[in-house]
């Protein structure tokens, strides 16, 4: 099969691993804006041809050679190039995996994630598939959730639970994209609730929360993501509520709402740096660690936990608990890289890997709680990739 992963950055490296070392892979197509970057891949090639591409995904009207017999693309950009890269896929003939959506600024803007499974009827009646919000979460706790709520009959309640952030001198700090995080954290979070999505404050919900070892208790707050968007809509059955929590730095989050009302954080402040130009935004974000260079020094674990609240087929409440941890050591091991975007690339290549067949997903557009359980926790446990699910009476 022939892939494309679009962005050579700190995920896209990553990816691009994963699928040199897959044995179907006979060709790998690495395209990014900046030519070095995807050059610099060039040698992982030892079972598939690598070819390193310069291109923007931004402008996807260039993009048709680029696509042309690939069988699928894997968007390792940032969530704004979605959409267009995915108009490209479609307009080629090729399958579509992404790692995220484009979390909304405000209130009022549509999430990211709704517009592209919006396009499902369409990607249906070209009988092709793009799967959206693969990563490690969403991607792989939708995947958990999945797994908990098929033991049930009823389910009232699903939680996402999240402890990433990092240790030490790098405490809650995220360690996925920079980018994403403050676009993350800019968004107002939501619970689903009654059937619809409900805001809540910034940094409200807070609890303790007890992981598997080595991760132990971490103090959580409720934290815009997909999930709580994703599962209600694509589970294949009601959800009383669905809720997000992550183990970020409360201060951290204030401080983001803060100069982002005040108007720091806005792509046009300007300020100078060392006689140079740059925005606000970006100054603020080199201050944070940068995970592409963290691989070495980050110790501990990352856990997600899926848990779903609901009845047994036989009527009685039970709990059932999906579960992964993963030591940033190890991850570091494995890839050279740190145990979040370890996931995230596990899950992206055992995607694109499915939907390089054409025959183990559905045509349209899917997330990842609609894919079949079977195959893809297959696929991921071939990665490393393994989660535990658990079952007790609530």
Same mark, same amino acid.
């Given at each position: 099969?022939?892939?494309?992963?679009?962005?050579?950055?700190?995920?896209?490296?990553?990816? +691009?691993? =994963?699928?040199?070392?897959?044995?179907?892979?006979?060709?790998?197509?690495? &395209?990014?804006?900046?030519?070095?970057?995807?050059?610099?891949?060039?040698?992982?090639?030892?079972?598939?041809?690598?070819?390193?591409?310069?291109?923007?995904?931004?402008?996807?009207?260039?993009?048709?050679?680029?696509?042309?017999?690939?069988?699928?693309?894997?968007?390792?950009? %940032?969530?704004?190039?979605?959409?267009?890269?995915?108009?490209?896929?479609? =307009?080629?003939?090729?399958?579509?995996?992404?790692?995220?959506?484009?979390?909304?600024?405000?209130?009022?803007?549509?999430?990211?994630?709704?517009?592209?499974?919006?396009?499902?009827?369409?990607?249906?009646?070209?009988? !092709? #598939?793009?799967?959206?919000?693969?990563?490690?979460?969403?991607?792989?706790?939708?995947?958990?959730?999945?797994?908990?709520?098929?033991?049930?009959?009823?389910?009232?309640?699903?939680?996402?639970?999240?402890?990433?952030?990092?240790?030490?001198?790098?405490? /809650?700090?995220? %360690?996925?994209?920079?980018? &994403?995080? !403050?676009?993350?954290?800019?968004?107002?979070?939501?619970?689903?609730? +009654?059937?619809?999505?409900?805001?809540?404050?910034?940094?409200?919900?807070?609890?303790?929360?007890?992981?598997?070892?080595?991760?132990?208790?971490?103090?959580?707050?409720?934290?815009?993501?997909?999930?709580?968007?994703?599962?209600?809509?694509?589970?294949?059955?009601?959800? /009383? $509520?669905?809720?997000?929590?992550?183990?970020?730095?409360?201060?951290?989050?204030?401080?983001?709402?803060?100069?982002?009302?005040?108007?720091?954080?806005?792509?046009? $402040?300007?300020?100078?740096? +060392?006689?140079?130009?740059?925005?606000?935004?970006?100054?603020?974000?080199? #201050?944070? *660690?940068?995970?592409?260079?963290?691989?070495?020094?980050?110790?501990?674990?990352?856990?997600? &936990?899926?848990?779903? %609240?609901?009845?047994?087929?036989?009527?009685?409440? +039970?709990?059932?608990?999906?579960?992964? &941890?993963?030591?940033?050591?190890?991850?570091?091991?494995?890839?050279?890289?740190?145990? @979040?975007?370890?996931?995230?690339?596990?899950?992206?290549?055992?995607?694109?890997?499915? %939907?390089?067949?054409?025959?183990?997903?559905?045509?349209?557009?899917?997330?990842? @709680?609609?894919?079949? *359980?079977?195959?893809?926790?297959?696929?991921? /446990?071939?990665?490393?990739?393994?989660?535990?699910?658990?079952?007790?009476?609530?």
């Amino acid at each position: 099969m022939k892939v494309a992963v679009f962005g050579a950055g700190g995920l896209g490296r990553i990816i +691009a691993l =994963e699928l040199a070392a897959d044995p179907r892979v006979t060709d790998l197509v690495l &395209v990014d804006k900046r030519g070095d970057r995807s050059k610099a891949l060039k040698s992982i090639g030892r079972i598939a041809a690598v070819h390193p591409l310069q291109a923007d995904a931004g402008r996807p009207e260039t993009l048709g050679p680029i696509l042309e017999d690939v069988d699928v693309a894997a968007n390792a950009t %940032l969530p704004e190039f979605n959409l267009p890269l995915m108009g490209a896929c479609l =307009e080629a003939g090729c399958a579509y995996v992404d790692p995220w959506g484009m979390s909304p600024a405000g209130a009022a803007e549509t999430p990211g994630i709704l517009a592209q499974l919006d396009l499902d009827a369409v990607w249906k009646g070209r009988g !092709l #598939t793009a799967v959206v919000s693969m990563g490690s979460d969403p991607g792989i706790s939708s995947i958990m959730a999945r797994a908990a709520a098929d033991r049930l009959a009823q389910v009232d309640e699903i939680r996402i639970l999240k402890a990433a952030a990092g240790t030490g001198a790098l405490g /809650g700090y995220p %360690l996925y994209s920079r980018a &994403v995080f !403050l676009r993350d954290a800019l968004s107002p979070p939501i619970e689903w609730e +009654a059937g619809k999505a409900v805001p809540r404050p910034y940094v409200s919900g807070e609890e303790d929360y007890e992981f598997p070892p080595p991760v132990g208790t971490r103090h959580l707050y409720t934290f815009y993501h997909e999930e709580v968007l994703t599962l209600p809509r694509r589970l294949g059955r009601p959800v /009383g $509520r669905v809720v997000y929590k992550h183990d970020i730095n409360p201060d951290l989050v204030r401080a983001i709402v803060a100069l982002h009302a005040i108007g720091l954080l806005a792509e046009d $402040r300007q300020i100078q740096v +060392a006689g140079a130009r740059m925005t606000f935004r970006d100054a603020f974000l080199d #201050t944070f *660690p940068e995970p592409s260079t963290l691989t070495g020094p980050v110790e501990g674990a990352m856990a997600i &936990v899926s848990e779903a %609240l609901g009845t047994r087929p036989d009527g009685s409440r +039970a709990r059932v608990r999906g579960t992964i &941890v993963v030591d940033h050591r190890e991850a570091n091991r494995k890839l050279g890289t740190t145990a @979040e975007r370890f996931l995230t690339a596990g899950a992206m290549a055992a995607a694109a890997s499915l %939907l390089a067949d054409g025959k183990t997903f559905r045509p349209g557009v899917l997330a990842a @709680e609609e894919l079949p *359980p079977e195959p893809v926790q297959r696929e991921l /446990g071939a990665r490393g990739i393994t989660f535990q699910v658990d079952e007790r009476d609530a």
